[in-house]
């Protein structure tokens, strides 16, 4: 089972409405959560870190929470661009493992409509 | 900085040919990460080093795949004989404290 599950796992939207990824995660004992923005043909760029005291942060019109009590995240698109279309994926590192070898969702695949 | 440059960024093969992928890493970065990126497994970790040094490799698939990286500007990724079940899609990102920053990936297709 993997240890980072994402959902919807894709989703259809139209330009300038606002929308929601979730992240579950079972990673233990947990160091960060990070999201990427990952364009199509191209590496992920990473968009916020969290560490376990941060229940919020936010990038632009990118905006990500944390509960770490019940292992759940969220990144909130507020009103989505054409350029948002991408693949946005949720990433997990655990404290032992010096936040190198990090735990990926599958991710959500993002299209944003005109 | 030009970030981090990967070659060639798309390779076609046969079955039982070696494939070598090249990472240029960002100057100054003190760690590089081999990746690579399937449908259905997403991105996974295989090998990692840190100041040229291998620190962790258990993400190699099998004996078929070695990494190397003689110097900070320079690391190979080698798969020694490939097969169809090899293509996807390979990233080397070069780190920096806790951030990782990733290049444009080589699609590989082994047919």
């Known amino acids: 089972k993997n240890q980072v599950e994402q959902s919807p796992q894709s989703l259809i939207i139209l330009e300038g409405k606002n929308c929601t990824l979730q992240?579950?995660?079972?990673?233990?004992?947990?160091?960060?959560l990070r999201w990427y923005k990952q364009d199509t043909g191209r590496g992920p760029v990473s968009l916020t870190i969290?560490?376990?005291s941060e229940n919020t942060k936010s990038n632009g019109r990118y905006t990500a929470t944390l509960d770490a009590d019940t292992k759940q995240s969220s990144l909130h698109i507020t009103a989505s661009q054409l350029s948002d279309s991408a693949s946005y994926i949720c990433?997990?590192?655990?404290?032992?493992?010096?936040?190198?070898?990090?735990?990926w969702g599958l991710g959500t695949s993002l299209a944003v409509n005109p | 900085d030009a970030g981090v440059i990967q070659s060639p960024r798309h390779e076609v093969t046969e079955m039982g040919q070696e494939v070598t992928l090249r990472c240029k890493p960002i100057s100054g970065h003190d760690y590089l990460f081999w990746y690579r990126q399937t449908m259905m497994r997403g991105l996974e970790l295989l090998i990692y080093f840190n100041n040229n040094v291998p620190i962790d490799d258990s993400g190699m698939p099998e004996d078929r795949f070695s990494a190397k990286m003689p110097n900070a500007s320079f690391s190979t990724l080698k798969i020694q004989p490939s097969e169809p079940r090899d293509s996807a899609v390979y990233f080397c990102?070069?780190?920096?404290?806790?951030?990782?920053?990733f290049g444009p990936g080589t699609r590989l297709t082994v047919t």
């Open positions: 990433v997990v590192s655990r404290s032992w493992d010096n936040n190198r070898k990090l735990i």
């Open positions: 992240c579950n995660y079972t990673v233990s004992p947990f160091s960060n």
């Open positions: 990102a070069s780190g920096l404290g806790t951030e990782q920053y």
């Open positions: 969290m560490t376990f």
